[in-house]
């Protein structure tokens, strides 16, 4: 199945206008998460769909960042996360390594994030050839994987598991 494409607004990150983030996004964000790691196209291409379908695909974005974030804190000590930011740091660098383009701009794009850049996340949206951000949004999980393995082990599927259980309670209850 072929991939879906999800075409943000180009400033999401300067507008503050309906860019909350509620739990469907968020169990949105973990399966679309879970699905990438397992390799499960179709999975990917569900949860795309129904972000879309929702208005929300700039909404699941957002959420996806936010919940690899988390899970980064979960799973990796202090020291573990400056070598996470040490590595990114080393993504985002043109002069280290032969990645592709997309790999140092999820790099940058998640710096940017952590540093609460939107501006800096507009530019890094704006970059792309054209206006799909599915490769990016994509890559970035794999940047978390690549930099975080730990993430694609049984500890962080339960992590996932766990997370996506609770807000798809949450999301069932009618909670934010």
Do not use: C
Request: a negative charge; charged letters at 25%; glycine letters at 8%.
């Amino acid at each position: 199945m072929k991939r879906k494409i999800i075409f943000p607004d180009p400033q999401i990150w300067t507008r503050k206008d309906d860019m909350s983030i509620n739990t469907g996004d968020f169990r949105r964000a973990g399966v679309l998460l879970k699905h990438h790691i397992d390799n499960n196209r179709d999975g990917v291409n569900v949860i795309l769909d129904e972000a879309l379908d929702a208005g929300r695909a700039t909404n699941l974005i957002a959420a996806l960042l936010e919940t690899l974030d988390a899970v980064a804190q979960q799973l990796l000590t202090n020291i573990g996360l400056q070598g996470f930011d040490e590595w990114l740091g080393a993504y985002a660098n043109p002069e280290f390594g032969d990645y592709p383009d997309t790999w140092r701009r999820a790099a940058r794009l998640i710096t940017a994030h952590g540093n609460k850049d939107n501006a800096e996340m507009d530019a890094i949206l704006a970059e792309g050839s054209d206006d799909n951000v599915t490769p990016l949004i994509l890559t970035a999980i794999n940047v978390y994987t690549t930099t975080m393995p730990v993430l694609s082990t049984h500890i962080g599927a339960e992590i996932l598991n766990t997370g996506i259980a609770k807000l798809a309670g949450m999301e069932a209850e009618g909670e934010l």
